[in-house]
């Protein structure tokens, strides 16, 4: 999740670029660059590293001019250097930009232009944004009418900070699916990805909607729609937020707000991978035998993979935790084995002991990765990135459920490469997979009553979660929130498991949270619950299905939908339930004791 910060006013830009930058490391990055404008010559400079460091080495605050972009990247394409680094420039050097977003149609955008001799440095989606207004630019005297015809030409999502030499009073920023908001000073204006960049110099700020770009000069902005360049009527807007809350948007914590990011996330998983997905279900689908390996979340997400490639594609994958599978599996693996590892990070140590193993043997290995330029990355034949964006909270929620979300994709895709669905109900699946995040709103928007069920089993110690069949992993990783961040014991476990011992520890001052989503187990379940509400427990449903009313002490909503999409949403309510009990019981959720977020030691 990159950051944009834009200046133009009277005082010297870089100084107030690299202090925006400061603002919006909370975002995470890997790579950080400046472009400044004075007059009609543009300055760039970038690099791989902490802006901190960048600063001293390459004399990010000693740039000429009152106007320019900085930006802090968090790599999707190409590895993390100063190559790839923003801003990009065209060939002239006349046009520089930065960018945030995903571009999906870049490589056909790409080779048009590198035939119409257009010479490229990056490995980036980005640079050819510069290229394609150059080429515009070519045909129009106009430069923002070059820019906003060659924006129309782009696929995904992206916001731009732009300038260009030729136009020394001004600067460009566009809003398309990701976040820019402007910020509206005295003789001088900016433009961030978040209001903490600017806020220091003021709190008066214009919030872009998608499809809309602004024109700022020193003395004024104005916003346009990009389809057709008419404008646009917006309403300024005081914040009063400390630059702390700021930077988590307002929200109190990080985990609070990345849970609340999860809509956007899955679009990126989504729009990330269209292109890559068949490539890498045809490989799976040449295999007979099938390994999962990952730790902790990614474990549960590996669990879930289990379950959508046995009911999606009839296809049969073993699951084990890479601390396990690297000490046992050795006379297992052979060159017929394919071995898909699943690490946020990229750098989890057994996971990637577990890769190497694998690939010692001959077998083929994909990554699941959210880290670009990760170990894993390195080590894998193949790589899927999940697009979460930097995830600050030490607990996993929006790189879970994108892990979720590409899974999903293999699945639905190996599917339809093997045969085992008709067409017509895939393509139903995947109109309903397209909803996933509209799902996840309506989850989010009754989150509210969450906080109050939270504060009512504050005091407990123990609690069950309880799932059947691919809502199993759901409830182990409901479990795992809870524990992380709470401090509560918690057990997840298959609901058939409950009268082959837990029984035992059920009781009034045990909460068992049964995942109960209408299909074909809902019966099954409502007999556990019953069950357990035998035993004095208080049972806490999550399902869709008036019958859970009868059953159940109390009953979250759900919004209906196909059983197999029920794990990414239905993890929502759960991460919110955990982050609550973990702010009233007066822990921090961002920073759970005894825990780090990417774990690379044995």
């Known amino acids: 999740m990159c950051g944009i910060i834009g200046y133009i006013g009277e005082r010297k830009a870089c100084e107030v670029i690299v202090k925006g930058l400061k603002r919006l490391e909370y975002r995470g990055y890997d790579s950080a660059g400046v472009v400044t404008g004075n007059g009609e010559e543009l300055y760039v400079k970038k690099g791989a590293g902490r802006i901190n460091s960048l600063v001293n080495e390459l004399g990010l605050l000693n740039m000429p001019g009152n106007r320019g972009i900085g930006h802090t990247r968090w790599a999707t394409h190409g590895v993390p250097n100063e190559i790839n680094a923003h801003p990009h420039t065209d060939c002239s050097g006349r046009i520089a930009l930065v960018h945030n977003g995903i571009i999906e149609n870049y490589l056909e955008l790409r080779e048009n232009l590198r035939r119409g001799g257009h010479t490229f440095k990056s490995d980036t989606d980005t640079e050819v944004i510069a290229h394609l207004i150059e080429e515009e630019l070519r045909s129009s005297g106009n430069f923002e009418e070059a820019m906003r015809k060659a924006l129309l030409k782009l696929k995904g999502s992206f916001a731009l900070g732009v300038v260009y030499a030729g136009e020394p009073d001004r600067i460009y920023f566009v809003r398309n699916e990701s976040p820019l908001v402007l910020g509206v000073g005295e003789g001088e204006n900016f433009a961030a990805s978040d209001v903490p960049a600017f806020l220091e110099y003021t709190n008066r700020a214009v919030f872009l909607d998608d499809g809309e770009y602004a024109v700022l000069t020193k003395d004024s902005y104005s916003v346009k729609k ?274 082959h011992g837990p029984l035992a520890l059920l009781g009034g001052d045990v909460p068992v949270v049964a995942i109960a989503p209408s299909g074909r187990l809902l019966d099954k379940m409502v007999s556990n619950m019953e069950e357990s509400r035998a035993r004095g427990a208080m049972v806490i449903a999550l399902g869709d299905s008036d019958e859970l009313r009868e059953t159940a002490d109390i009953l979250v909503e759900m919004p209906p939908m196909s059983e197999i999409f029920t794990p990414i949403v239905y993890v929502v309510p759960l991460q919110i339930l955990a982050y609550y009990l973990a702010v009233l019981r007066g822990n921090d959720p961002d920073k759970p004791r005894n825990l780090a977020k990417s774990v690379t030691v044995e």
Do not use: C
Request: charged share 25%; aromatic share 6%.
């Open 226 to 499: 990009l389809k057709t360049g008419e404008p646009v009527k917006k309403s300024v807007q005081e914040i009063d937020w400390t630059l702390d809350m700021a930077e988590k948007a307002g929200y109190p914590h990080f985990m609070l707000k990345e849970i609340h990011e999860q809509p956007k996330a899955i679009k990126d998983a989504i729009h990330g991978n269209m292109g890559l997905i068949p490539t890498v279900a045809e490989e799976i689908a040449g295999y007979d035998r099938v390994f999962f390996v990952a730790m902790g979340t990614s474990y549960h997400a590996a669990l879930v993979g289990k379950y959508l490639f046995q009911r999606l594609a009839g296809k049969i994958a073993l699951v084990e935790e890479a601390s396990e599978f690297r000490y046992e599996a050795e006379n297992v693996l052979s060159e017929d084995s394919l071995v898909i590892a699943i690490t946020q990070s990229g750098e989890t140590a057994d996971t990637l002991a577990a890769m190497k193993l694998a690939k010692g043997k001959g077998a083929k290995v994909i990554a699941i990765v959210n880290v670009v330029g990760s170990m894993a990355t390195r080590i894998a034949d193949l790589t899927i990135y999940t697009h979460a964006g930097p995830e600050i909270g030490v607990a996993a929620t929006k790189t879970y459920t994108t892990q979720l979300a590409v899974l999903t994709m293999l699945a639905m895709e190996l599917a339809r490469k093997l045969g085992r669905i008709r067409e017509g109900d895939l393509k139903k699946l995947e109109e309903e997979f397209g909803e996933v995040p509209r799902l996840i709103e309506d989850v989010l928007s009754r989150g509210g009553g969450l906080k109050e069920l939270a504060d009512s089993l504050k005091g407990m110690r123990d609690f069950f979660y309880i799932g059947r069949g691919i809502n199993v992993p759901t409830a182990l990783e409901g479990a795992l929130k809870l524990k992380e961040i709470s401090y509560i014991h918690a057990e997840g476990l298959s609901a058939g498991e409950l009268k």
